[in-house]
């Protein structure tokens, strides 16, 4: 972990780990879709489960990050994905995220064609039903957080401390190559890196203290992102309990150059932050002046 | 240069040139101004002139930046960057930029403290007298600008295509380490570099083509920017002729976490772009649909 | 493998590889060498042994490098680390890298300090007398090498081509945080990066082709290069086969800001590259007009 991972009190970002789980997914579920013959697939990330930060990372230690396939529908490859931190210094290791992540195998000539996964073979008889239990679960949830969609961040003008104006914050970002898959969409975990930047900004804004990701709730990517479209990453404050502080993050996206001009939802989930002391205490927040800000 | 130097049509950013030649001009005064015994000091840039973009660089091609001290005040040192783009492959080279910046060396131990800059030697008797000439007019210039500050970007609700409102955009950037001299304050490169990224989003929303900055206007950095702030660039256009876009910049920087938490202008600059067809022909621009907006 | 990885051809650099490959070994070694209580360490890089590409890998590649520790002195480790390039769509994984890594433990608190290196135990009996022999001779190999400190590359106006003049080139780099060690020393794999890049350089200058990196012989690493440092990284081609190129690179530090301003010569290396047609089949090599230049 370098410098350029962390904040300034030397705390990895939350971002950088979700980018890390999610390239750890993607590779796993490309080879394995791709492990029979028929046609070549990439695998693009549709759903991250609830994922808790259990300790956070600092610059210098290395991470290790395993990543297991534990379902397979017929078309969606549930993964799980456990990282370590571990100070080479000290020589101590600890558990610090366990994240499921579900991806669909695209076909790599025609993006929207998705392609039959192949089964995996199951060590214990219980699994197989535990995993479906998951992924029926996981798709009625995916249901129910459509309706967020059409909610927009809109500014305020000279807003009040604490309230949700004078945080929430926004972010623009271009596409570039190196942020894209095979296909040419954008990474899931170049989208959740930039989504804790914003959500970051939010709880620094309001909290003016080091501020660190506790957990962030299940994440839905209903819809691609292309390279070169530019992409707005909006953030305010929900909640705020005496410890921790909820932040909605919207991503929305502009395809800007192009046949099909055309702005939309792509992605949006709940950020966790928590506010630490020097010592890495947790310290107390301040509450948000209105719990739901009127829109 | 690399995919993501570069656009989607495969010019190099603006932006990332301005960013190596101000590098060079850092290195290059950092390095005279510590030539004589005496206090150690980082030269930070004060002011850039206007600089022109005589040809696209492409992805591939070689960047070669040189650079001279031209001028030396008590306090600041003047230096000329001349950009060249080598296409290795064919073996051509052309000149595709010459800008000219200014630097004052602060202290390591004390970044408020100026030191004083030993003087260069002139290879002819002219060259002095015509530098002192410039220093003195780029001082006037710089108190001119100094009006300019105290405006801000405000959001519009449902932008008509073509206005102003329609194409202004905003970037928040968090400041690493590696954004940062040894001082612990943003090179002017990066700022630079994120300057031409917002009016390139603001010129691409207003005109949906592959656009390309022609041209940055004097840049005067007034203030320092620190570790760990948060800064606001924000972009809007400010004028259209038949074959370009004029777009005006604001960076507002906002220290967040510490002691003086304060908001404040840092930089603003003017930045004319044209708009390219797929062979790299000069393109009509739509006109803006008021040329001043009321604010 | 991410297209910045790789050259315009899709092919990822050599330098790419060599960067992970080091940073693999500082981790082994690292967390080797505080195996043990007492004064913590950080490894830093000695010496590379010489290094054969054997295939080339692509964007879209997943690179796997795997490195285990198979000698230790009193105050050095070995390390040997394997590359494999897996390409995740059509299943087949092969060698592209097999390297051999020195490295010595440095004290955290005092750089100067050259930390004891716990023993490792060994499988066989034969394996610690080899690896005492390939210790001693790159003992004698590092005096050897010490001679060619002195030499600089002096530019060239108006080369013709194909001498070595014609292709010679240099890059300067300022060492940035996230380029160094705990230590605040560059890494040896961000040295290796740039290296292999102005080498490929020299080499697409002088046959105007796809060209890729062969080999790379042993690489002492003299003098550490502090955060702050600007390194010149220098190359000229030395020698030309039927189907390659030899290169010389030179890596000078300066350390312009800081107590004593110095230049020194930090490491210095011989590349050799290969140059491809579109098939990836390898093309003949222009020959260099003379074969040494006279400085």
Chains 1, 2, 3 share one sequence.
């Not at 931190?85 to 790599?108: D, F, H, M, Q």
């Not at 004078?166 to 930039?194: F, N």
């Not at 993050?249 to 939802?265: N, P, W």
């Amino acid at each position: 972990m370098r410098p350029d991972d962390a904040n300034i009190a030397g705390n990895v970002h939350g971002g950088t780990i979700l980018k890390m789980i999610e390239e750890a997914g993607a590779i796993i579920s490309t080879r394995h879709c791709n492990s029979q013959s028929g046609e070549k697939c990439v695998a693009a990330l549709a759903r991250v489960e609830r994922t808790d930060f259990l300790s956070p990372m600092s610059i210098g230690e290395v991470g290790h990050v395993s990543a297991e396939i534990t379902y397979t529908s017929k078309h969606s490859v549930e993964v799980q994905v456990n990282v370590m931190a571990e100070n080479i210094l000290a020589g101590a290791k600890r558990l610090t995220n366990r994240a499921t992540l579900w991806y669909v195998p695209l076909s790599l000539l025609n993006v929207d064609k998705v392609i039959e996964v192949p089964p995996i073979e199951y060590e214990r008889p219980g699994l197989e039903a535990a995993g479906r239990k998951r992924y029926e679960d996981q798709k009625l949830e995916r249901l129910e957080t459509k309706h967020r969609n059409g909610e927009f961040i809109l500014p305020v003008i000279n807003p009040e401390q604490y309230t949700v104006g004078y945080s929430q914050s926004s972010l623009i970002h271009l596409v570039g190559p190196s942020d894209c898959t095979l296909h040419g969409y954008v990474h899931g975990g170049v989208t959740m890196k930039l989504m804790d930047e914003v959500a970051g900004i939010v709880a620094a804004r309001h909290c003016k203290t080091n501020i660190v990701t506790a957990s962030v709730d299940a994440i839905n990517f209903h819809r691609k992102i292309q390279k070169g479209c530019i992409i707005t990453i909006s953030g305010r404050m929900t909640f705020t309990s005496n410890k921790s502080m909820e932040i909605e993050v919207f991503v929305d996206a502009d395809t800007l150059v192009g046949e099909s001009q055309e702005k939309y939802r792509a992605v949006s989930a709940f950020f966790t932050y928590v506010s630490l002391s020097k010592e890495a205490k947790p310290l107390p927040v301040p509450q948000i002046l209105e719990m739901r800000y009127s829109w």
